[in-house]
C-alpha cells in the first residue's frame, strides 16, 4: 500500500465553500465506484480556509495514468468533475496538468 498526499484551492466564497462541502457530503455512488474500481482503499479530503488536502491510500496496482484514463472514459466522473470545477481553484503552481497538485513528504516520524 502507498500514500499520497495532494493539494487543492477552493474558490474563496463562504456559499460555494459550503455548497462543495454539501456535494461531498452526498458524493454520487458512481464517483465512489469509480475511485474504489482505481484501486484506491482510503480516500479522505481536509479543508482549512479555501484549501484542501487529501490523503489517499491506495493498493500496489494503483497508477494515477490508469486512474485519469478511466475517468477520461467515464461520463459520469466527467459530469461530477465538470460540476466540482465550479468550486474549485488550481492551486498555485499547478500548471496545466490538472486541479489537484501531488504534495512532496517533507517528515516521517518513523524514519
Do not use: T
Request: charged share 30%.
Amino acid at each position: 500500500m502507498r500514500r499520497y498526499a495532494l493539494g487543492l484551492d477552493l474558490v474563496d466564497d463562504p456559499q460555494l465553500i459550503a455548497e462543495y462541502e454539501a456535494h461531498h457530503r452526498s458524493v454520487w455512488p458512481e464517483i465512489k465506484a469509480s475511485i474504489i474500481g482505481a484501486d484506491v482503499l482510503v480516500m479522505d479530503i481536509y479543508r482549512f480556509g479555501n484549501r484542501l488536502f487529501m490523503i489517499m491510500e491506495v493498493s500496489d496496482d494503483f497508477s494515477f495514468e490508469r486512474k485519469a484514463d478511466m475517468d477520461l472514459r467515464n461520463p459520469k466522473v466527467q459530469e461530477w468533475e465538470q460540476l466540482m470545477w465550479k468550486y474549485q481553484s488550481a492551486i498555485p503552481g499547478a500548471g496545466s496538468e490538472g486541479k489537484w497538485v501531488l504534495m512532496e513528504k517533507i517528515f516521517d516520524l518513523n524514519k
